[in-house]
């Protein structure tokens, strides 16, 4: 089994279940590596001949999932099928022998739920030099993040899309807004649509999608000009062209949804919060 670590990662935890030589019982360990060296293979079983690894998980935040075990039938075996929570074992070292989970042979181990982190929240960090998600306190904090926890990034294109913290993902450039994913917000966007050929202001709340989604509309033509997550944004209007005589209208987006204020005939020049 080969394994990759950083050696100041103590937060990710292996989950493995082995049989101990060809007809040996099975263990189940949670362990740690603190540091390995590079090319050399290391054996996370008791080292007796004929052992093999039949389940293996790795949880950068300690996550323990549920399992459940299938066994072969055999004479006097009552309970072909049992459950087990990666939460009750204690968490190792690599070279721990681990806990029994069955003497008896075992046809199918199948996860049943994912389990969330043992060691509580993982503090995560965005570096914009190298567009990569880090937890060594390089760049921008965006929290900490339970298991169930992901990531919002939104385009200055008027796209977004959520994530999870893996340190594997990889983002594009044109990012607007990354941060900690709360489906509670409310944002207030102040776009033009191209189909309608109108300013609009709109305000929503934003539902976790792993694709990428638009909340201008499908024009591709239509425009992001400003996004807020102020409580209560008030938000000043600039006119041009024949409409530059108008003063600066300040709107209050809360209020202002459903009105009409702003015409599809006058010359939009710029807005700010």
Same mark, same amino acid.
């Given at each position: 089994m080969w394994l990759c670590s950083k050696r100041s990662d103590k937060r990710t935890i292996y989950n493995a279940i082995y049989r101990d030589g060809k007809v040996g019982p099975y263990y189940i360990k949670r362990f740690a590596v603190n540091g390995i060296t590079r @090319? =050399?293979?290391? &054996?996370?079983?008791? !080292?007796?001949? #004929?052992?093999?690894?039949?389940?293996?998980?790795?949880?950068?935040?300690?996550e323990a999932e549920v399992i459940r075990v299938t066994?072969?039938?055999?004479?006097?075996?009552?309970?072909? /099928?049992?459950?087990? &929570?990666?939460?009750?074992?204690?968490?190792k070292g690599r070279q721990s022998? #681990?806990?029994?989970?069955?003497?008896?042979?075992?046809?199918?181990?199948?996860?049943?739920?994912? #389990? !969330?982190?043992?060691? #509580?929240?993982?503090?995560?960090?965005?570096?914009? &030099?190298?567009?990569?998600l880090n937890y060594d306190n390089r760049g921008e904090f965006l929290g900490e993040f339970q298991s169930e926890d992901s990531i919002l990034v939104v385009?200055?294109? !008027?796209?977004?899309?959520?994530?999870?913290?893996?340190?594997?993902?990889?983002?594009? =450039?044109?990012?607007?807004?990354?941060?900690?994913?709360d489906?509670?917000? /409310?944002?207030?966007?102040?776009?033009? @649509?191209?189909?309608? =050929?109108?300013?609009?202001?709109?305000?929503?709340?934003?539902?976790t999608s792993t694709k990428p989604q638009s909340f201008l !509309?499908?024009?591709?033509?239509?425009?992001?000009?400003?996004m807020s997550d102020v409580d209560y944004p008030r938000f000043e209007v600039v006119f041009g062209g024949n409409d530059a005589f108008r003063e600066a209208l300040v709107?209050?987006?809360?209020?202002?949804?459903g009105?009409? &204020?702003?015409?599809a005939d006058t010359q939009y020049v710029g807005i700010r919060v």
């Open positions: @090319d =050399k293979e290391y &054996d996370i079983t008791q !080292g007796t001949a #004929g052992s093999k690894v039949v389940y293996f998980t790795s949880n950068p935040n300690a066994l072969k039938p055999k004479p006097r075996l009552n309970k072909l /099928v049992f459950e087990k &929570d990666f939460s009750d074992i204690a968490i022998m #681990g806990n029994i989970l069955t003497k008896n042979d075992v046809h199918k181990i199948a996860l049943k739920q994912k #389990g !969330g982190s043992t060691l #509580g929240g993982r503090q995560v960090w965005f570096d914009r &030099d190298v567009l990569r385009s200055s294109k !008027g796209d977004y899309y959520t994530s999870n913290f893996d340190l594997n993902n990889h983002y594009e =450039k044109d990012i607007l807004v990354i941060e900690k994913f489906p509670h917000k /409310v944002w207030s966007v102040a776009l033009y @649509d191209a189909e309608q =050929k109108f300013y609009y202001l709109k305000r929503f709340q934003l539902e !509309g499908e024009n591709p033509e239509s425009r992001l000009i400003l709107v209050d987006a809360e209020e202002f949804i009105s009409d &204020d702003l015409a």
